[in-house]
């Protein structure tokens, strides 16, 4: 479901927090608190689904909410999981769209650290999957981020940016992944308006970020940090997962490098990105898993395999949560108050004893 906390209760929360975690209070500067949360029943409450054409020319048809229910392509289980799956069950004629789903949160952001835990991400061959922000308005001028991106058994996680021009990646900013190419040449550009709108991209290193690898190991977390700093990605395999973000008090400092990552230096992050929707789809062939599908090793060809729908059993999101934080900053005197509190065990055990009472009256 979808939770939004009033203001007293956040800062409640961050209370709590500060005054029983005096070492995370003099590592950072900022934390992290939770702004929204989509999960269980009420999930699909909050989003709304699309029924356009494809801006990726694939061969899909996108179905309503009423369609995807009574259909099946959209349901969430009995143990609270969220399921979203192209049709897997229809045999079609050869040059007939496959019916899917695309769902766009009616809540929009701007700056976050968003968290998706799944078990499943969609793969398979001609299955183009992504769960990605963009901004309202006019596409590209208030930006593009995918987060899970790929197309058939790829086993590796694509990140990518698209915007209006004057964006680029900065190629010597940390991160761990390897930049996406066109033609041998580094895509520093995020100008959706050239190379066949490729964007700026990052390929994850990880064979666990992506495909049927992911799965296999329990699905996982990816998390998408966007702030003035620029904008990051991490991906973590399920055993791999910080407790930070299991306990709900992510704190993306201590993760290490991320996969990608967007830089203010050569991109002014405010400017060129604004106003985001949440999506996920499931679209087949088109512009990426359309034109790569003679090189995926997959048989036949793209329009071919779309007839069969056992090709697509795995053309599935299996979602336990996703959860939006919003920033808070700590000053200096917070800081200090929080260690001055953590050395006194009775009072800060009352003191969050009090706090807990308050919220379950909430």
Same mark, same amino acid.
């Given at each position: 479901?979808?939770?939004?906390?009033?203001?007293?209760?956040?800062?409640?929360?961050?209370?709590?927090?500060?005054?029983?975690?005096?070492?995370?209070?003099?590592?950072?500067? *900022?934390?992290?608190?939770?702004?929204?949360?989509?999960?269980? #029943?009420?999930?699909?409450?909050?989003?709304?689904? !699309?029924?356009?054409?494809?801006?990726?020319?694939?061969?899909?048809?996108?179905?309503?909410?009423?369609?995807?229910? /009574?259909?099946?392509?959209? !349901?969430?289980?009995? =143990?609270?999981?969220?399921?979203?799956?192209?049709?897997?069950?229809?045999?079609?004629?050869?040059?007939?769209?496959?019916?899917? *789903?695309?769902?766009?949160?009616?809540?929009?952001?701007?700056?976050?650290?968003?968290?998706?835990?799944? $078990?499943?991400?969609?793969?398979?061959?001609?299955?183009?999957?992504?769960?990605?922000?963009?901004?309202?308005?006019?596409?590209?001028?208030?930006?593009?981020? $995918?987060?899970?991106?790929?197309?058939?058994?790829?086993?590796?996680? #694509?990140?990518?940016?698209?915007?209006?021009?004057? @964006?680029?990646?900065?190629?010597?900013?940390?991160?761990?992944?390897?930049?996406?190419?066109?033609?041998?040449?580094?895509?520093? #550009? @995020?100008?959706?308006?050239?190379?066949?709108?490729?964007?700026?991209?990052?390929?994850?290193?990880?064979?666990?970020? !992506?495909?049927?690898?992911?799965?296999?190991?329990?699905?996982?977390?990816?998390?998408?940090?966007?702030?003035?700093?620029?904008?990051?990605?991490?991906?973590?395999?399920?055993?791999?997962?910080?407790?930070?973000?299991?306990?709900?008090?992510?704190?993306?400092?201590?993760?290490?490098?991320?996969?990608?990552?967007?830089?203010?230096?050569? @991109? =002014?992050?405010? #400017?060129?990105?604004?106003?985001?929707?949440? *999506?996920? $789809?499931?679209?087949?062939?088109?512009?990426?898993?359309?034109?790569?599908?003679?090189?995926?090793?997959?048989?036949?060809?793209?329009?071919?395999?779309?007839? $069969?729908?056992?090709?697509?059993?795995?053309?599935?999101?299996?979602?336990? /949560?996703?959860?939006?934080?919003?920033?808070?900053?700590?000053?200096?005197?917070?800081?200090?108050?929080?260690?001055?509190?953590?050395?006194?065990?009775?009072?800060?055990?009352?003191?969050?004893?009090?706090?807990?009472?308050?919220?379950?009256?909430?």
């Amino acid at each position: 479901m979808l939770r939004k906390r009033n203001s007293y209760t956040l800062w409640a929360l961050l209370y709590a927090f500060t005054m029983t975690s005096g070492s995370l209070a003099q590592n950072t500067s *900022v934390i992290w608190v939770i702004e929204d949360t989509y999960e269980g #029943q009420t999930f699909f409450d909050t989003f709304d689904f !699309y029924t356009g054409s494809d801006p990726t020319n694939g061969l899909v048809t996108f179905v309503d909410e009423q369609t995807a229910f /009574s259909s099946g392509l959209a !349901y969430v289980t009995s =143990n609270n999981q969220v399921i979203m799956h192209g049709d897997n069950t229809t045999w079609l004629p050869l040059g007939t769209n496959r019916s899917s *789903v695309r769902i766009s949160s009616q809540a929009m952001y701007n700056t976050g650290l968003f968290v998706l835990d799944l $078990d499943m991400a969609p793969w398979g061959c001609g299955v183009w999957p992504a769960f990605w922000t963009v901004g309202s308005g006019t596409w590209p001028y208030n930006g593009e981020i $995918d987060i899970i991106e790929g197309v058939h058994d790829n086993e590796h996680n #694509q990140v990518t940016w698209h915007t209006a021009p004057g @964006c680029n990646l900065t190629a010597t900013t940390n991160f761990t992944g390897t930049i996406a190419q066109t033609n041998g040449v580094d895509n520093l #550009q @995020c100008n959706a308006f050239i190379n066949d709108n490729a964007g700026c991209g990052v390929t994850e290193w990880s064979r666990a970020s !992506y495909g049927p690898y992911f799965d296999s190991q329990g699905g996982g977390v990816f998390a998408m940090k966007w702030d003035d700093n620029g904008i990051a990605v991490w991906s973590f395999y399920r055993a791999a997962v910080p407790e930070d973000i299991v306990n709900g008090l992510p704190d993306p400092s201590t993760w290490g490098e991320p996969d990608a990552e967007l830089a203010p230096n050569s @991109c =002014n992050i405010s #400017q060129f990105f604004a106003n985001h929707s949440i *999506v996920f $789809d499931i679209t087949f062939c088109g512009d990426w898993a359309g034109n790569s599908y003679a090189t995926s090793g997959c048989p036949g060809t793209c329009e071919e395999i779309l007839t $069969d729908p056992a090709n697509f059993v795995n053309a599935s999101w299996i979602i336990n /949560s996703l959860k939006v934080y919003k920033s808070a900053a700590l000053s200096s005197g917070s800081s200090n108050a929080a260690t001055a509190y953590y050395s006194q065990p009775p009072v800060w055990i009352a003191t969050a004893a009090v706090i807990l009472g308050w919220l379950s009256l909430i």
